[in-house]
C-alpha cells in the first residue's frame, strides 16, 4: 500500500466487503471501552483501544490476540510522541488521501469502506492513526539515520566485486514539484475545482525550463526544483505516477496538504555512476531484512521504551 509501509489486509477487507461482517463486532468494542489498561509516557490505552487494534489483527489473520494488540499499541504511542517531538508527521490531509487510495484499491467507496471498519470493531478513526504512524514513522527514522546508513568506500568496491565488477544501473530523475496551493481555510471549498485546474495545466506545461513563466499564467501556482533523484529515492506515493508517467513530461496528479499537485520530468536516463550503485545496494540490503523493516526502527523504537514510563494497570 501507501506510505512507508504495505498494508496486510487488501485481501481480508475485500473478503470482508463480500461475506458480511466478523463475530467481533463493535458493540464489543463499546462494552470494553472505558477501562484503562496502560499508561505510556501520560497517554492512557484503554481496553477499548485494544478490542479495536485485536479485531484489526484478526483482519489481518494475525494472531497474538490482545497481548499482541497491546503490544502494538504501546508501541504506536511511543513512536507518535517521538514523531510530534521532532515534528515529522504526516498531514491529515495525506492521511484522508491515503485512506481514499486504500479505499479505491479495493473497488470501495470510503463510507462503504468505513461500515466495514465499523462492524469489524475496528473503526475509521483507528484505522487513520494506524494510517498516519505507518506514513510518518519511517520518515522520522530516516530523517534520523538518513546519512549514517552510507557504505564506505570499500564496502562499496566489494559489493561491485561480488557484482563481477559491474556497478548496477538505475534510473536517474531531475524533477520539478508543480503546487496549485490551497490555502487551509479553503480546502474543503476549491479542491476539486483546483484538481481540475492542475489535470488540465498539464498537457500545457512547456518544459522545466520554463516552467516558472508558465506558473506565472496561473494563480497561486508554485514551482520547485527537486534535483537530481533515483529511481529507489522516490516516494511511496509518488513511484508508481513517475513510472507510468514513462518518458512523458509530468505525472498524474494528487491532493497533498500544500493543495493539488504533479511532478515535471526534466530529464531522465539510466546511470551507474558510485552514488547511483550505493543507494542501489542499500535498497536490495533492505528489501533482505524481514518485511523490509530498517534496522534502524527497530534501534531507535527500543531507544524510546528504554526512556519510556509505561504503567500496566
Keep these: 500500500m501507501m506510505m512507508g509501509g504495505k498494508f496486510s489486509i487488501v485481501r481480508a477487507l475485500s473478503a470482508l466487503a463480500i461475506a458480511g461482517a466478523l463475530s467481533f463486532s463493535a458493540a464489543t468494542v463499546a462494552r470494553a471501552a472505558s477501562e484503562v489498561k496502560v499508561i505510556v ?26 497481548a499482541e494488540a497491546k503490544k502494538q499499541l504501546i508501541d504506536e504511542v511511543l513512536k507518535r510522541g517521538e514523531i510530534a517531538r521532532v515534528q515529522q508527521s504526516v498531514s491529515t490531509q495525506e492521511v484522508d488521501a491515503a485512506y481514499a487510495r486504500f479505499a479505491a484499491g479495493n473497488k470501495l467507496s470510503t463510507e462503504q469502506l468505513g461500515k466495514i471498519l465499523e462492524q469489524a470493531g475496528v473503526g475509521v478513526e483507528h484505522f487513520k492513526q494506524y494510517i498516519a504512524v505507518q506514513m510518518s514513522w519511517p520518515r522520522l527514522v530516516n530523517f534520523r539515520y538518513g546519512s549514517a546508513n552510507r557504505l564506505s568506500g570499500g564496502d562499496l568496491v566489494k559489493r561491485m566485486m561480488e557484482a563481477g565488477g559491474d556497478k548496477p544501473v538505475t534510473t ?8 496549485f496551493v490551497i490555502p487551509e481555510s479553503k480546502r474543503g471549498a476549491i479542491t476539486g475545482k483546483r484538481q481540475a485546474e492542475a489535470n488540465a495545466s498539464r498537457s500545457k506545461f512547456p ?50 496538504d500544500k493543495g493539488v499537485e504533479y511532478l515535471a520530468i526534466c530529464k531522465k536516463r539510466q546511470v551507474n555512476d558510485d552514488t547511483a550503485a550505493e543507494i542501489v545496494f542499500r535498497a536490495e540490503d533492505l528489501g533482505k531484512k524481514t518485511g523490509s523493516e530498517d534496522p534502524n526502527s527497530a534501534k531507535y523504537l527500543e531507544e524510546l521504551r528504554a526512556k519510556a514510563q509505561i504503567i500496566n494497570k
Design 41 to 66: 509516557n501520560n497517554v492512557v490505552i484503554t481496553s477499548g483501544d485494544i478490542a479495536k487494534r485485536t479485531a484489526f489483527l484478526r483482519l489481518q489473520h494475525q494472531g497474538g490476540g490482545a
Design 172 to 179: 536517474e530523475y531531475f524533477l520539478q514539484q508543480v503546487i
Design 207 to 256: 518544459g522545466c525550463d520554463s516552467s516558472k513563466a508558465f506558473a506565472a499564467n496561473y494563480r497561486d501556482v508554485s514551482i520547485r526544483s527537486l534535483g537530481r533523484v533515483l529511481a529507489q529515492q522516490l516516494p511511496e506515493e509518488w513511484k508508481p505516477l513517475v513510472e507510468k508517467a514513462g518518458d512523458g513530461m509530468t505525472t498524474g496528479t494528487r491532493v497533498t
